[in-house]
Structures are given as structure tokens and as C-alpha cells.
């Protein structure tokens, strides 16, 4: 059954908010004020089609965007996307009193910017080895074979790699049935080196047919670097194991931003975009105006980038990562990038700066970038007792980072301002770059 809809209203995710027999239904793909036909049948319902357009509305986007959902702004114009972005950060912070209007730095390129792909894999019907990503919210495999996100390099690297994995019959993993061989394939590609990083990811160290493959892959001239493989036979949703073994080349690849050059690993967290990361670190270092004798903690630090970049500015950089890999990738960048002035610490963030609280250690400046949960209670109260007179909030979730925020000014910091940056175009995710100063004392 179709039903009409006239005028909807949007929210941030591009859904429009329907009403169907007195419950309200999300709408994928939809813009503010459009006119649109909706299916209602079904377990849940969809959009059917749009008989008002936006202005806004684009119709190149993805093809797999309906099935997908990774992308939620495709069906838009970009630089309508970047306003909704601003919009929403300006909305979702609005309590934040005496604070500059919140802009969005715009990406470079808002198609095939992706430096890591990651695709997972099944037997189509026909028997056929098909890779793609899960539906949203569920484990539904949708089949893509050109995502308009991921370099185009990486693309042309797994359609070629997919026909060599059918030739050899490799088997995908089952998860239902825990049987089977290959559960992904990622690819990892430096946009100024040109060098890529092909991993596969198999249910432990069996890979029959592997030597056949390495023979066809490095026969179809894709100038694949390097080729891992990754050991994962736990029952997670976590993509890589954590171990590895180098089946061709050194088992890494390097990448330049900006003058600096940084060595990449299979495990190593690394800024998705390779283009937009030069501006990133930009906006960040501008808002911490570092002087020449400050000490810089950046905690979160991974392989380093953003401690290197600030060790122009700094007398000393601290930098704290959890993951071993990327500690090991850090101090060897430093080496390569002939960065003397940087210490790289394999520590859990809370931990160190607990115990660098305790320790009264001198902080001028702190930098943290943490994973998309944020940083934790202790963290932040550890901060309020080293008392840096300026953070750098680096986050790539808004929410995470309002409750953060919060927590800062229990522990006497202001936020002084907000800049979005569009690392992650097409789809709603958005970095925020945060400046916050220690509070003085009242004289």
C-alpha cells in the first residue's frame, strides 16, 4: 500500500518522520519539505518515491545507498550537506553560552577519499565469492562492487582480487555455522605515496589455495606494496585479530601528509582521510598556538601524526597509545620524520594521565583524539588536577563529546570555540575540533 506524505520534516540523518496508524516511522534518504510516496507494507516501511524533489536532491548518487544506509547524505547536493551539518552542531551545542557560531570546514573531496577499505564476504546464490557491507542495524550482507567512497584505487584492487578468490574457490566464513575461511578484506592505500596494503582476514592461520593467490594477485599489475594475513577466528564483530603474517612485501606501507611521512601497519589506527587530515591538524594546532617552551600531551596519540606535527611548535611532546603496533609505527615515524623532541608512551590514556596527576607532572597543553566513545570520567578529572592551561578536543562524535564537555566544566575548563570538519563526507558523521581554556581565578 502507498501513502502520501507532503512537506516532511527531516531530522539530522536525512530521515523523514512519517506517522502510520498512530506510530511514527523513520524514512531514509528523504530532504526537508519534499514530497513523497511511501510503501507501507512490509516489516518495516520505505520510501517509494519522491513526486517534489529538493532542489537539493542529486541523481547520481550511490545505487546502493537505499539497501546500504552507510551513506545517509548521497542523495544531496554537498554543500547542502555541509550547511546540515552546521546546522546540527550548532543546534546540538546551542547551550554552550559566549562561544563563536560554529562553522564547517568542507573536505576536499567528497567522493572515493577513503585510505582504508574494509569489505566482508559470502557465497552469492550462484556460489559465487561477494563482498560488501552489512545493512544498518543488522547483519544483512548488501553486495557492493564500487563504493563511491573508498579510493578508487582500492576499489579497482578488490574487484580484481574477488575474481582471483572465485577462481580458487576460496570459501567465506559462516557465521551461523562457524565454518569457512575468509570473513574480510581491507585495503589500505596511501593517497601521496601510492603504495596499498592488501590484508585478508581469515578464521585463523589455514588459507588453503593462499600461495595460488598471492601468484595470481601479484600477476594482475595492481602495485600492491605489501599483502598480510590476519589471523581472527574469535566470534566478534571486531574486524582484525591480533596477529598477523607477511605473505609479500614488508607488511606495511607509508603515507605523506603535509611534509611528514608515516609508516602504516595493519592494526595501526590511521585518519581515514589521508586529504582532509592536513586540515584537521591545522585547525587544531591553530586553536593551541603552542609557544616554544610548552610540554604537549596527546593522548589517544596512535601512530603518532598529530604528535609529530606539534613537535614543530613544541619543546617536548608526550604521546599515549594503548595499541603496541602503533606505538611501534610512532616512534619509528618519528625516526623517519627526524623528530627529536617527541616521547612515545605504551600506555591506556586514563592510566597515564592518573598517574601523571599523581605524580604533579607539568602539562601546558593537552591534545586528545579518542575513539568514537569518548574519553572516560577519570580522564578528564585527572585533567582538572594537572590544571594544562588549554585542551585540544579532537572527536569524531558529537554526542560523546557533549557529554565530555560537561564533565570539562566541572573541572573549571571553557569552551572557547567549535569547528566542524568534514572528514567524513556523504554520510552524517562529522569531526569536531575543541578548544578549552583553563578557567582564572577571580582576582
Not at 156 to 184: F, T
Not at 255 to 272: A, G, H, M, R, T
Not at 366 to 386: C, M, N, W
Request: aromatic residues 10%.
Amino acid at each position: 500500500m502507498i501513502k502520501k506524505f507532503s512537506h516532511v520534516s527531516v531530522d539530522y540523518g536525512a530521515d523523514a518522520i512519517v506517522e502510520i496508524k498512530n506510530k511514527e516511522y523513520k524514512i531514509h534518504g528523504c530532504i526537508e519539505g519534499e514530497d513523497i510516496l511511501v510503501e507501507t507494507e512490509g516489516k518495516y516501511p520505505s520510501l517509494s518515491q519522491v513526486i517534489n524533489p529538493s532542489p537539493h536532491r542529486i541523481n547520481d548518487g550511490c545505487p546502493y545507498q537505499k539497501e546500504c544506509g552507510g551513506c545517509q547524505f548521497m542523495h544531496m547536493d554537498y554543500a547542502y550537506e555541509v550547511e546540515q551539518k552546521k546546522k546540527y552542531l550548532n543546534r546540538l551545542f546551542q547551550h554552550i553560552q559566549n562561544i563563536p557560531e560554529i562553522e564547517v570546514l568542507s573536505t576536499f573531496e567528497p567522493y572515493y577519499y577513503r585510505n582504508k577499505s574494509q569489505m566482508t564476504y559470502k557465497l552469492s546464490k550462484t556460489k559465487k565469492i561477494v563482498c560488501g557491507f552489512y545493512e544498518e542495524y543488522s547483519h544483512r550482507l548488501v553486495t557492493v562492487s564500487n563504493c563511491m567512497l573508498q579510493s578508487k584505487a582500492s576499489n579497482k584492487v578488490i574487484e580484481e582480487v574477488n575474481k582471483i578468490l572465485s577462481k580458487h574457490k576460496i570459501k567465506p566464513y559462516d557465521e551461523k555455522n562457524h565454518e569457512g575461511v575468509l570473513r574480510h578484506v581491507l585495503v589500505r592505500y596511501g593517497f601521496q605515496t601510492k603504495e596499498i596494503m592488501l590484508i585478508f582476514v581469515t578464521n585463523g592461520e589455514m588459507f588453503p589455495g593462499r600461495n595460488n593467490v598471492i601468484k595470481d594477485i601479484l600477476k594482475s599489475n595492481l602495485n600492491i606494496t605489501t599483502i598480510v594475513q590476519n589471523y581472527n577466528a574469535r566470534d566478534t564483530s571486531i574486524v582484525l585479530g591480533d596477529r598477523n603474517k607477511v605473505l609479500y612485501g614488508l607488511g606495511f606501507i607509508y603515507e605523506k601528509v603535509s611534509d611528514y611521512k608515516f609508516k602504516i601497519s595493519p592494526n595501526s589506527f590511521f585518519q581515514v582521510n589521508s586529504l582532509g587530515m592536513k586540515k584537521l591538524y591545522h585547525c587544531a594546532l591553530e586553536k593551541a598556538n603552542i609557544q616554544k617552551n610548552d610540554i604537549v600531551l596527546d593522548a589517544y596519540c596512535g601512530v603518532g601524526t598529530i604528535s609529530i606535527f606539534a613537535s614543530k611548535y613544541a619543546k617536548e611532546v608526550i604521546g599515549v597509545e594503548l595499541n603496541k603496533q602503533a606505538i611501534q609505527d610512532a616512534k619509528i615515524n618519528a625516526k623517519i620524520n627526524a623528530v627529536a623532541n617527541v616521547n612515545f608512551v605504551c600506555d591506556d590514556a586514563t592510566n597515564f594521565i592518573t598517574n601523571a596527576a599523581k605524580n604533579k607532572m607539568k602539562i601546558d597543553i593537552l591534545i586528545l583524539d579518542p575513539p568514537r566513545e569518548g574519553s572516560t570520567k577519570q580522564f578528564i578529572h585527572a585533567v582538572g588536577y594537572l590544571k594544562p592551561r588549554k585542551v585540544i578536543y579532537i572527536s569524531c562524535d558529537p554526542n560523546t563529546l557533549k557529554r565530555d564537555l560537561y564533565l570539562f566544566a566541572e573541572n573549571e575548563y571553557i569552551v572557547q570555540e567549535i569547528t566542524g570538519v568534514d572528514m567524513f563526507a556523504r554520510t552524517k558523521h562529522i569531526e569536531c575540533v575543541i578548544r578549552l581554556d583553563l578557567k582564572q581565578p577571580q582576582k
